[in-house]
Structures are given as structure tokens and as C-alpha cells.
């Protein structure tokens, strides 16, 4: 019978011919993940032959994973020949794509990333080759070049200095075995890095969000499509100004510029060395990186002038940037790795959102008209279907994180989240983060404590506190009045917010609103023409539903168009970092957006002060939502 071993266990056994290799691992004690229950769809039970044949169907699998030696356990069978296979690093830490803690089982199927998608920008590669031959006066680089056009094509075949500088030791410390780094562009393919030997490692790739107020960084692995890990930490950029507009203008000294860049970078490879810790991974081996962000934080990683996105005519020096080097930009994974940035659509309208979309049924060229909503210091907004997409950006400015409110915070531990309000004497109950003693009060508790004094009629349509009845939670300041979310105890500060608060929040509701309103009569539909709202970024992922619609921030519609999708921006980093499909998918969908400009358009105003009022101006535009006078 034929022999099978697994490494790295070092296992081996003997099985007979036409034995399932998942059947031959599991014999020998090993598990191999399997979740599709062998039916050969999901692409997770892939392993790498190391030597040997055996028979196989793995076409789910695209050509580069197969290309690369990986087959699918579960649609592979032992021969007579002995074989030797690798199994790679079952990551479940932090779940597949489909358990993905982003509302992920909110997002279709059919969006994400398939096994036959499964393509990153670069690949390893292992090679056998001929032994040098005195008579075919070819060099080490040909000799490499016609061992790689073999296996991948007849693409022409590039190589990076560092590459290069590592060959002749590398062709000649084991014979005619070598590993490469092979990075596919267009028309060519560049040999980044070669080693000696035959490595087989589980490759993987890095996501970025670059958000004004937080970074994210993701561990995937490419082969598996598996999320390992994520990191989140805030912007260190915030030292120097809370929104876009603040760091731009604090962006016009040449000294300021360089330290916004260098604060960015240093949260994310702050980031991105914890996950090289903790996974034990060496830095230099990650050769694939993509990344997002609104087109102001695009342009401070790049240390590029942002000057003139705020000035009209609002024209940033760049919207698709090509794939630069990691060494370029600074950041520590393989210097030679190409970095794939995701477009952007126009001056407020950025990256970000392109891999965002990514996870909409835009993205699928459906036919359903949606809408996608990213709330956050600015309020992204896109609506559209296979026909058309419209875009616009508004300014929310950083009261719903906190900013502007006196005793605002972000949704960290300690912060009111949620208010309920006793009608009869119009005091709270707070709820805060982490059940812990309150220490302010964040956006997604500010939009509940409004709706809840709407409802109760404690406070007014104007934003205005009820002066008229008698309650503890309301007193005046001078001409304004306060209400008091929390009141103090022995060792606890009252927590309260302002008319002046009141107002902050209003208008940041209003931006979002009208800007709503307006793409969708851009669009020429109507909000009950919807047929889905997808609501993403860390703020709309804890917002209530209810209580928007009831203070006019979302549409009063049917409740189940809505979709929370979380921090979209970093999900679809991840899909074009282990697909070029998706990459190129990402670059259509940006060049398919038409993209308004909010502030040259004379109706915007309109709206806007239209919006200004608790839910709106047009109470017919929301007739569930009860206030009670």
C-alpha cells in the first residue's frame, strides 16, 4: 500500500489506492477543516503536495492555487505512488469569511469571495530546475525565467534588485530547488524575492482601513481566504485635529504635513507588529498588502499636499494611485511588496467607500436599486444598481464621536450608549459601555437620549427642552437649559448635555438627511424605491434603528430594507486582497460612480435647513414616528 505523510507532523501512513486524502488524515490523527461536508465548494480543506501524484478535482480552485501544488483534501485520492503532503496552518482564531464578526452574515453569498476567485497579487512559488549546463551559456535569470514560464505562462518575466542580489546563492544552496516570490501585473511577472529550497508556508496578506478616527489592520490567509486576526487602534493622526478639514489645513506646513504621515504609520505598523507577534510570523515574509481610506487620509499616508481637496474646484493630486512599494510608503512588511490602494471617486468620496460597495449588491450588478450609508466625521452616501451609481460626501463633522459635545466621548468603556426616558418625570436610565460607572455620553447614546425626550415630549421638534413641566433632569444655565443624563453621586460626576449639545447633534443628523435626500432625488426615486440600505462603519453598526428614523437621521421606511455591514472599508480591503478579480471589480465600480458635489449644488441649503428639525420639516416623509406634544 501506499505510503501518505503529512507534514509539518511528520506523520505517516499506509493506505489503500482510491483512499479520500481527508479519509488518509484523519486515519493518521489529523483533522483537516472541512466545513462544506466534503461537497468541494468552500475551499477550506486545501493541503499542498510536496511530492507525488495522486488524482484530484479541484476545479472550484483557482489556477494560481493550483498552479502553487494546493489541492482539496476532500476531492483528492492516494494512488499507488507514495505521497508526501503538506498541510498549512488551520487558522480559526478569528473565524472564516463566514463567521466574520461584521454582520458578515448580513452580506450575500454570492458577494464574496468564491474558491475559484482566490488570486492575490503575489504568490510563492516553489521550482525545480535543471543543474547549470557549461553548453547552454544561459544565465542564472533565464535559467529562472524559463522554470517559472513553464509553470506560469509565457508571460515576460521581471526581477527586483533584491531578488537579484539573492540568486546565485540561492540556485546553488539546494540544486535546482528554489522558492520565488512572484508578484503578476498586467503584462509581466516580477520575481520579488527568491529563496533556497522548496518552502511551503501558509501565505499571508495584510488588509488596511485607514479611517480618520480609527486604523484597522486584518491577518489573512490568502491561500484559505481565512480572516485571522484584526487589530484596531485610533488614528494617531487625532493629536492634530479630529476631522479631515482640521488636519488638512493643519497639513499646509511642509513639517506638518511629514509628521501626519509619520503618525499614521506609526499606528498601523504599531498594528501590524502586534499581529506579527502574536502569530509568530516573520515580517519581511507578507508580500500583499491592500488598503483603504477616505481620499484626505490616502493622500497623508502619502505625504502628498491635500491642500486643494478643500479649495475648489477640489482636485486631489491622485484618485487611483498605483500599487506602490511597501518600502515606499513605510510600511514593514517585504520591502518589494506591491501595495494595492483602493481608488478613490472624487475629493470626499474615497477609497473607502469603492471597498465598501465591494460588499453590496452594486458590486453584484444587481438590479434592485440600493443604498449605501457610511456614517461617520464625514457621511459618505451611494445609491444605485447595474445601471447607475451616484455618490456624494457631506460633513457630519465629529459629534456623533463625541467631538463638539461637552461631555461627549467615543464608544469606549464607560460611555452612555443608550437612554431610556420615564415619560411621567422625564428622567433617564442610562446604559453605558461595559456596564461600568459612566464617564460621558458617545454618538449612538446622544441619538437615543434625543429620541427618547422626542417621544416622551420633554424636549421639542426645535431641539428645544421642555421648560413648561417640573422635572429633575432639566435646568436652565442662564438662557439655555440642560438636562441631566446621569446625576452625581458619591463618586461619580453628573453627566449632561446642553441645548448647545442639542444643536451639535441636530445638525449633524440634518448633513446626513439631506444628503439623502438629495442623491435620491438626483436619482429620480423615491425612498420606498429602495429596495436595501446598507449601514457601515463602526458607528452604524451600534445604532439603533428606531431611534434614528424617529430623530430623522435615516429614512422612515420598511425596517427590514435596512442592513448593518459594519466596517465595510476593511472587508473589502480584504476581498481585493485575496482576489485580483476583486481588485479589478473595485477599479469598475469606480469608474462606473457619478460623483455630486454637494456644495455647488443651489438645493443643497434647502434640504438641509428643511432637515434641521426633529425628524424633519416634512412630517409626511415620517409617518411612524410619534411625538407626543
Not at 244 to 268: C, D, F, M, Q, W
Amino acid at each position: 500500500m501506499p505510503l501518505v505523510t503529512f507534514q509539518p507532523e511528520g506523520k505517516t501512513i499506509a493506505v489503500p489506492a482510491g483512499t479520500a486524502l481527508l479519509e488518509a488524515a484523519r486515519s493518521a490523527g489529523i483533522e483537516i477543516v472541512a466545513p462544506c461536508g466534503t461537497r468541494g465548494n468552500c475551499g477550506k480543506c486545501l493541503v499542498r503536495v510536496i511530492s507525488g501524484n495522486l488524482q484530484t478535482n479541484s476545479s472550484t480552485l483557482s489556477e494560481s492555487i493550483r498552479l502553487a501544488g494546493y489541492v482539496q483534501a476532500c476531492q483528492s485520492a492516494v494512488q499507488q505512488e507514495d505521497l508526501v503532503i503538506d498541510i498549512p496552518p488551520q487558522h480559526i482564531r478569528s473565524g472564516q469569511f463566514a463567521d466574520l464578526s461584521l454582520d458578515l452574515d448580513r452580506i450575500e453569498d454570492y458577494l464574496l469571495p468564491q474558491p475559484s476567485q482566490l488570486n492575490p497579487l503575489t504568490v510563492t512559488v516553489v521550482l525545480d530546475m535543471a543543474g547549470t549546463d557549461p553548453e547552454d551559456d544561459l544565465s542564472d535569470a533565464e535559467r529562472l525565467t524559463h522554470a517559472i514560464q513553464k509553470q506560469w505562462g509565457k508571460e515576460e518575466v521581471r526581477f527586483s534588485l533584491t531578488a537579484l542580489q539573492k540568486m546565485a546563492l540561492a540556485m546553488r544552496a539546494d540544486p535546482g530547488r528554489v522558492t520565488v516570490k512572484l508578484s503578476r501585473f498586467g503584462d509581466h511577472n516580477q520575481v520579488i524575492d527568491i529563496l533556497p529550497g522548496h518552502r511551503f508556508t501558509d501565505d499571508c496578506g495584510l488588509a488596511v482601513d485607514v479611517g480618520t478616527t480609527t486604523v484597522s489592520v486584518q491577518l489573512v490567509s490568502l491561500i484559505r481566504g481565512e480572516i485571522i486576526d484584526t487589530r484596531t487602534d485610533y488614528n494617531g493622526q487625532i493629536a492634530c485635529g479630529l476631522d479631515i478639514i482640521s488636519r488638512i489645513n493643519y497639513a499646509g506646513k511642509p513639517e506638518n504635513l511629514a509628521r501626519l504621515k509619520s503618525l499614521v504609520l506609526e499606528t498601523i505598523n504599531r498594528l501590524i507588529a502586534g499581529l506579527v507577534k502574536e502569530h509568530q510570523l516573520v515580517a519581511t515574509d507578507i508580500a500583499n498588502l491592500a488598503l483603504s481610506g477616505n481620499t484626505t487620509m490616502v493622500h497623508l499616508l502619502l505625504g502628498l499636499l491635500p491642500e486643494y481637496i478643500r479649495l475648489f474646484p477640489y482636485t486631489p493630486t491622485i484618485l487611483q494611485p498605483p500599487a506602490f512599494r511597501a518600502s515606499e510608503i513605510g510600511i514593514p512588511v517585504h520591502p518589494e511588496t506591491p501595495v494595492h490602494i483602493a481608488p478613490a471617486v472624487g475629493s470626499y468620496v474615497g477609497g473607502d467607500i469603492t471597498a465598501g460597495l465591494l460588499c453590496t449588491s452594486i458590486a453584484g450588478e444587481s438590479d434592485e436599486t440600493v443604498m449605501f450609508i457610511d456614517i461617520g466625521t464625514n457621511g459618505e452616501l451611494v445609491v444605485g444598481n447595474a445601471e447607475f451609481i451616484l455618490a456624494c460626501a457631506c460633513s457630519a463633522g465629529p459629534a456623533f464621536e463625541g467631538g463638539g459635545i461637552r461631555q461627549g466621548m467615543r464608544a469606549t468603556r464607560g460611555a452612555i450608549e443608550a437612554v431610556t426616558i420615564d415619560a411621567a418625570s422625564g428622567t433617564a436610565q442610562a446604559k453605558t459601555i461595559g456596564d461600568s460607572n459612566p464617564r460621558g455620553i458617545c454618538g449612538s447614546g446622544m441619538i437615543s437620549l434625543l429620541a427618547g425626550l422626542l417621544r416622551s415630549g420633554w424636549m421639542d421638534s426645535a431641539g428645544k427642552l421642555n421648560r413648561e413641566k417640573p422635572s429633575p433632569a432639566i435646568r436652565l444655565e442662564k438662557r439655555q437649559a440642560c438636562y441631566v443624563v446621569h446625576p452625581a453621586d458619591d463618586d461619580q460626576q453628573e453627566i449632561l448635555i446642553s441645548e448647545a449639545d442639542i444643536e451639535n447633534i441636530v445638525r449633524a443628523k440634518a448633513a446626513i438627511y439631506s444628503a439623502i435626500s438629495l442623491l435620491t432625488r438626483q436619482a429620480e426615486i423615491r425612498m420606498d424605491e429602495i429596495a436595501r440600505v446598507y449601514i457601515a462603519g463602526g458607528f452604524g453598526h451600534y445604532l439603533n434603528l428606531e431611534d434614528a428614523i424617529t430623530i430623522g437621521l435615516l429614512p422612515d421606511i420598511p425596517r427590514e430594507t435596512y442592513r448593518y455591514i459594519g466596517n465595510a472599508s476593511l472587508l473589502g480591503s480584504t476581498m481585493a486582497l485575496v482576489s485580483r478579480d476583486f481588485q479589478q471589480k473595485q477599479r469598475e465600480i469606480g469608474r462606473r460612480v457619478t460623483y455630486l458635489e454637494l456644495s455647488t449644488d443651489p438645493t443643497y441649503m434647502d434640504q438641509y435647513t428643511a432637515a434641521l428639525f426633529l425628524p424633519h420639516t416634512d412630517l409626511a416623509a415620517f409617518p411612524s414616528v410619534e411625538i407626543r406634544k
